[in-house]
Nanobody
Framework: QVQVVESGGGLVQAGGSLRLSCTAS????????MGWFRQAPGKEREGVSC????????AYADSVKGRFAISRDNAKNTVYLQMSSLKPEDTAVYYC????????????????????WGQGTQVTVSS
C-alpha cells in the first residue's frame, strides 16, 4: 500500500522561506519520479516542480523558477521542496505524488493522471 506524507508547511511572511518534505512508502522509491503540486482555493491543482528518480533532472513551473528548488534523498524515501522569496500567490495546499515516466510529467499532465496523493501541507504567505 503506497502512502505519501507531506510536512513542513506553515505561515510565513512574504520574502520568507520554507522547506517542505514528502516521504513515500510502500513503493521502491528510487524507481519513481516525484513531483510537487499545489492547489489554491477555487483553483485546480497544478504542478510546481518535478524530479527524476536519481535527482539528476528537475523541472519547474515558470511561476516558481529561480525561487524554489526540488531535491530528493533516496536513502530516506524523501523529496524536498525548498521555497524562497515566497509571495502571497504561493499560498496553497502543497501535495506530492510519485509516478513512473518522464521527469517533467508533473508539469505536462493534469492532477487526475496521478494515482497516489498525500493529505497535503498548508503554506500561507502573508503580505
Amino acid at each position: 500500500q503506497v502512502q505519501v506524507v507531506e510536512s513542513g508547511g506553515g505561515l510565513v511572511q512574504a520574502g520568507g522561506s520554507l522547506r517542505l518534505s514528502c516521504t513515500a512508502s510502500g513503493l521502491t522509491f528510487d524507481e519513481y519520479a516525484m513531483g510537487w503540486f499545489r492547489q489554491a482555493p477555487g483553483k485546480e491543482r497544478e504542478g510546481v516542480s518535478c524530479i527524476n528518480w536519481s535527482g539528476s533532472l528537475t523541472a519547474y513551473a515558470d511561476s516558481v523558477k529561480g525561487r524554489f528548488a526540488i531535491s530528493r534523498d533516496n536513502a530516506k524515501n524523501t523529496v524536498y521542496l525548498q521555497m524562497s522569496s515566497l509571495k502571497p500567490e504561493d499560498t496553497a495546499v502543497y501535495y506530492c505524488a510519485p509516478w513512473k515516466g518522464p521527469h517533467d510529467y508533473c508539469l505536462r499532465s493534469g492532477a487526475v493522471k496521478f494515482r497516489y496523493w498525500g493529505q497535503g501541507t498548508q503554506v500561507t504567505v502573508s503580505s
